[in-house]
């Protein structure tokens, strides 16, 4: 039993299944539809398995420790997370490799967003970083004061959590969209005329409102004729 995963019955933990690596198994995770398992381990390994036979299907490579490992909510995609300093996604199907994900440390953690269009990747360089999950395209960086340890999305894809050994979890608005509601939540007026000025650095001319709900400032009124009040008769 060196070295392996043991898969039970929930109602009375008989064994159900055996998956053998050639090292100390690290992650265990079941795909979403239940029937495929993915493993890593310290032998350099993540390995894709039948959950109902033990059959293996896949041996996905490292150059070393494979720390982590999911499957894409569409079950189409596995992603590893390795102490070579990389991510790897790979078709679930065949374990053909489809992109690298680079970082400059060991990934400690790897995860989907809930649309399978994006993933997720935290390491030791200090950075949790997003990708296309389609092609491995870098989208984002996002820095922390230490080792990045987790990543997770929230359900309706619109915030990104990290979690670091700089003692700090930190959540990230996805999209402008969803970070411009949330402020406009905690404010009660728009931009004043100096603050438009100053901190998007943009003529008056290019003013917009970026709270619908909320009043234009006064000083905008006074100097931008687009938001003026019309004169009552």
Known sequence: F?????LCFIDSYDERGFFQHEAPVLAVSFGPNGQTIVTTSDDGTARLWEADTGEKIATLQHETTVRA????PNGKTVATASDDGTA??????????IAILQHEAPVSAVSFGPNSKTVATASADN??????ANTGEERA???????GFAVSFSPDDSTFATASADTTTRLWHRSRSALVEKVCQSVSR??????????????????EVVCPLHPVHP???EKNKKYAQPETK
């Open 69 to 72: 490992a999911n499957l894409s």
């Open 127 to 132: 950075t949790a970083r997003l990708w296309s």
């Open 141 to 147: 960086t996002l820095k922390h004061e230490g080792k």
């Open 190 to 207: 728009n931009l004043t005329a100096f603050e438009w000025s100053t901190y998007l650095k943009a003529d008056l001319n290019q003013y």
């Open 88 to 97: 790897w996604l790979w078709a679930a199907d065949t374990g053909k490799k």
């Open 219 to 221: 000083s905008v009124l």
């Open 2 to 6: 060196y070295f392996s995963v043991v």
